[in-house]
């Protein structure tokens, strides 16, 4: 019977500082997805809060298709 692992405790936090400048928008995003939900990390584990923070500079030079920028929301 195999064993599945949980971490103990508090997993360690970190901050991440992302520079959206000439970036496009589909891919940062799922970037600081995994940031936000700890999927980069080794230990990961699905249900145990392990994720990191963002703080996104430059937000207004990200890189949008040209259809997507005539699309209302």
Do not use: C
């Amino acid at each position: 019977m195999e064993k599945t692992y949980v971490i103990k405790g508090q997993a360690e936090s970190k901050w991440w500082l992302v520079d959206a400048k000439d970036q496009k928008l589909g891919r940062m995003t799922t970037k600081i997805a995994e940031l936000l939900l700890g999927k980069h990390k080794p230990d990961f584990t699905p249900g145990v809060l392990m994720g990191d923070s963002v703080i996104v500079i430059n937000a207004k030079d990200i890189k949008v298709n040209s259809t997507r920028e005539k699309e209302k929301i």
